[in-house]
């Protein structure tokens, strides 16, 4: 991969992150020893973006932060994402930091990796996924948490919903497919 063309290399990395205008790659690094690849990614000079609270469009960027997120592994290579996020200023909402198209707010991984861990907690212990993915079952859970809130909230009420919540923190040892069928009431 240390050969390839970088235009090339730019173009696979960014359709694999469905990174569209104003987005681009600006660098792509490949450590063999550490086994890790990183991609920076930044936006184009004079971009606006849209309130993420209010759905301004046309916001004007205020400042950026630095955040990092871990990607599906390139083979061996443990992946992660680079990019200073903007925040922008909407005359509403006053300064928010804009959701990125590769993941959801407030989350350390981008949207593809979540979708790999949900997957594979159907059938895995989310103790055995850590041990693949080498992250903490902590991070793991927050994932899964997460994503069977919003599959489960429209069937679930609320207080049951809850209980469901609180529980995998005491039961890390087994599958999500096995913790909702505890969890869940029959019929
Ligand atoms: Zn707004």
């Known amino acids: 991969m240390d050969h390839m063309d970088p235009v090339y290399q730019g173009q696979i990395f ?39 609270d209010c759905n301004k469009e046309e916001c004007h960027v ?60 159907g059938d895995m212990q989310v103790s055995q996924i850590g041990e693949k993915v080498q992250e903490t079952d902590t991070r793991l859970w927050r994932i899964i948490k997460y994503y069977v809130k919003k599959a489960v909230k429209v069937w679930i009420c609320p207080m049951l919903l809850q209980s469901v919540l609180m529980k995998p923190l005491k039961r890390k040892d087994i599958s999500i497919s096995q913790f909702l069928r505890i969890q869940t009431p029959v019929g």
Request: some cysteine; charged content about 30%; hydrophobic content about 40%.
């Open 62 to 121: 205020h400042d950026t932060i630095e955040k990092e997120w871990r990607h599906l592994d390139f083979f061996q290579f443990q992946t992660y994402v680079h990019c200073r996020v903007p925040r922008v200023v909407c005359e509403k909402c006053r300064i928010r930091l804009i959701k990125v198209p590769w993941s959801r707010k407030s989350s350390g991984f981008t949207s593809m990796f979540e979708a790999m861990i949900v997957l594979m907690a």
């Open 14 to 52: 960014s359709h694999a992150l469905n990174i569209h205008k104003p987005w681009y790659i600006t660098d792509i690094e490949f450590r063999r020893e550490e086994r890790r690849l990183d991609i920076w990614v930044d936006f184009e000079r004079g971009a606006r973006f849209a309130c993420p």
